[in-house]
């Protein structure tokens, strides 16, 4: 019975078609891809990614796929690295699965998106194969993420001494779930047949790792686990497509995904599997992680209502639900050796820095914006408190004049009740475009303008030149 499973996976992977595909997850996937080329063009400028692109092109290596913004052509396993870290750069790219109710943050499009689009590119395939590749290679994510009950959140949390629980087994990082669903991306783009994709999927699986932690440390390499994932399913897909035997089932094997970590929903894994497709819902409005949007919500609304002039301000507190009290976003403030990265996963930064600008983009995210005296010293006055709303978070003005502001927000805009816009989504992609300056306003709105009918596209190569410099 597991040993089907695994097949009926595989088969699903190389032959849904697009026409099997409903109309809302065509929709949302464009919108995704979208999402994410605004995101790897913004983030071709983010901290240390220029170094990235030097070494590699210093590797050289036969030219099969661009670099997004720069326009360099290197083999197609080390573009998906480098897109896919642009992507994760400034933290806005789409996110969190939701099935049976359940959120799953799951940070799949960044590695997903630019692995399909580097290998589309480097193949010539359609936009409807773009789009169907992309899907069940999500598809995978999500139900590999479902299966287990994650307890990786609990070993984070007593790493980060949130809690004395222990894990009962070894946890489940994002990157390994995200690594099988770029691995089924390139193995499908590249033909392989059943036992090839087998065989991709258990070479990934012993070429991934990575625990997230320069999260915590405000450290570069919190992006690098997008990067080393997208990478590692193509060089994955490729080996088995070179014949690279990995073992029978690398999903229930004995030393398989789930072999060690147990499967709680095995049923997940092939339930309603080619009808029913499970893809990220979630967009992000402003960078940074997705907890720090209740707050710069409520930044952005006082601002709004008051007309807040931040000299005016002797302190401000974040009350935090016990939910909003989880992980890195809690640590303590710094201006470390990667400004950007501390500044991504900080309540204190993200609420002071809205309130401060009147808005969140990616060039407020960089050092020299960051290291601002007076934004710094509104930084200062920033304290965390406790809430008793079941969820979200209230910000908390102490005006010098004795007045007290609050504004509670119990979701960020951008979830699937409370959508962006369209007119919000394109906005965040051309703040992006200008930002970088990498690519012309003209080329950015052929960019979506093709996108939007994605079906119609013969050769993704035709997206890629109109997302880089020229």
Not at 220 to 227: A, D
Not at 248 to 266: E, V
Not at 336 to 350: I, N, V
Request: aromatic share 8%.
């Amino acid at each position: 019975m597991v040993r089907g499973k695994v097949e009926a996976i595989c088969d699903n992977i190389l032959n849904t078609r697009f026409e099997d595909i409903d109309r809302a997850t065509v929709d949302n996937t464009k919108s995704r891809i979208i999402d994410v080329f605004g995101d790897m063009i913004g983030g071709a400028v983010g901290f240390g990614n220029q170094a990235l692109v030097k070494m590699l092109q210093n590797w050289s290596g036969k030219k099969e796929a661009s670099i997004i913004g720069y326009g360099i052509k290197v083999p197609a396993a080390n573009a998906a690295m480098a897109n896919s870290i642009f992507c994760r750069s400034f933290d806005w790219e789409p996110l969190v699965v939701i099935i049976d109710g359940k959120r799953y943050p799951s940070h799949t499009s960044c590695t997903t998106v630019p692995t399909a689009i580097t290998m589309g590119e480097a193949l010539g395939i359609s936009g409807k194969e773009l789009i169907t590749a992309l899907v069940v290679g999500d598809d995978l994510s999500a139900r590999l993420s479902s299966a287990n009950e994650h307890p990786w959140n609990v070993s984070m949390q007593n790493r980060l001494n949130f809690t004395t629980s222990q894990p009962s087994r070894p946890g489940i990082s994002l990157g390994m779930v995200t690594s099988f669903g770029a691995t089924a991306i390139a193995g499908r783009l590249l033909g392989l047949d059943r036992k090839q994709l087998v065989n991709a999927f258990g070479v990934v699986l012993d070429a991934t790792g990575g625990n997230g932690s320069g999260i915590w440390e405000g450290a570069t390499t919190f992006k690098m686990n997008q990067g080393a994932t997208a990478r590692n399913g193509v060089v994955a897909a490729l080996l088995a497509k070179g014949g690279w035997y990995a073992g029978d089932d690398p999903l229930f094997g004995r030393d398989g995904f789930f072999g060690a970590r147990g499967c709680d929903h095995p049923d997940i894994l092939t339930r309603e599997l080619g009808k029913k497709f499970y893809v990220e819902v979630v967009f992000k409005p402003y960078p940074g992680g997705r907890p720090t949007h209740v707050p710069i919500d409520a930044a952005l609304t006082l601002r709004k209502k008051y007309n807040i002039d931040t000299d005016d301000i002797e302190e401000i507190i974040v009350h935090l639900s016990v939910p909003a009290k989880y992980g890195h976003y809690m640590r303590p403030y710094k201006v470390g050796e990667d400004p950007t990265a501390d500044a991504l996963f900080s309540y204190k930064f993200s609420s002071a820095s809205a309130l401060y600008r009147n808005g969140a983009i990616s060039k407020y995210y960089t050092p020299d914006y960051i290291r601002d005296p007076k934004l710094q010293a509104l930084i200062a006055k920033v304290r965390l408190g406790d809430s008793d709303k079941p969820e979200g978070a209230e910000l908390e003005l102490k005006m010098k004049d004795g007045r007290r502001l609050s504004e509670y927000v119990d979701k960020a805009i951008g979830e699937p009740t409370n959508p962006l816009c369209r007119e919000f989504l394109l906005g965040k992609f051309n703040a992006q475009v200008e930002f970088s300056s990498m690519v012309s306003k003209k080329d950015a709105a052929n960019l979506v303008a093709m996108i939007d009918k994605l079906e119609d596209v013969d050769n993704v190569q035709n997206l890629v030149r109109l997302a880089v410099k020229r």
